[in-house]
């Protein structure tokens, strides 16, 4: 099994709602990442995970909420959004951080708050 | 000035046509990614190389560490290989945090 994979594919929500999108790898990767793309810019990295610790936290406002309950599976919470945040959220693994290490993406979800 | 210059910003090819994206980068570097990624979809990763050349298929990737380029070279281009795609680069010591290009939307027309 060599994809991430990444549910829900499409996502929309009020700004009052609570959500969560889920991210899975089961290529045993010890490093997972959660990017923020706006349309027609490259990604932005928000938060990166290793070994299932919180390593990164780009200054990401509080109503992303990430966890990493295990090291196939990334979630992030979403809480309190505003419309700016509609964005492809896309989420990668590679075997650690740091090294020669390629990262993986998966298909994202695309996120739009009304 | 970007650590990390894509050239050109749009490109439109005929089917068949060889195609050249250039990325330059101003960073000492541990690696380089060439990425692909269609109109919504998510990215997938064409190559990671840190010297030399790589090849899969019609697709080809070269580095030049000493002058901070790299090149991605499509061959026979096709219809599904429209796409933007992006040049990203680690740097030495950023651990796995990629820099990434503004991306080259391709465009092959039939």
């Known amino acids: 099994d060599t994809e991430v994979t990444q549910t829900p594919k499409h996502l929309v929500m009020g700004m009052t709602n609570k959500k969560s999108l889920k991210c899975e790898q089961h290529?045993?990767?010890?490093?997972m990442y959660w990017y923020k793309q706006k349309a027609k810019k490259p990604p932005e990295l928000m938060f990166v995970y290793s070994y299932e610790k919180l390593s990164i936290n780009e200054s990401v406002p509080s109503r992303f909420s990430p966890e990493c309950p295990n090291s196939s599976l990334l979630n992030l919470h979403l809480h309190a959004l505003q419309p700016e945040d509609s964005a492809l959220y896309l989420c990668?693994?590679?075997?650690?951080?740091?090294?020669?290490?390629?990262?993986?993406f998966g298909p994202g979800t695309r996120l739009t708050v009304l | 000035k970007n650590e990390v210059e894509q050239s050109p910003q749009n490109l439109t090819a005929q089917e068949g046509e060889f195609i050249t994206i250039n990325c330059s980068y101003s960073v000492g570097i541990s690696a380089l990614h060439w990425l692909q990624q269609h109109p919504g979809g998510g990215i997938v990763s064409l190559f990671m190389?840190?010297?030399g050349k790589k090849k899969h298929g019609r697709l080809i990737a070269t580095i030049n560490i000493q002058e901070k380029h790299s090149s991605l070279h499509i061959t026979a281009s096709h219809p599904r290989d429209s796409a933007v795609y992006i040049c990203a680069v680690k740097g030495e010591t950023s651990g796995s945090r990629l820099t990434f290009g503004e991306g080259t939307q391709l465009t092959v027309n039939p």
């Open positions: 290529m045993g990767h010890r490093a």
């Open positions: 190389l840190s010297s």
């Open positions: 990668a693994s590679s075997q650690a951080w740091g090294g020669y290490n390629e990262q993986f």
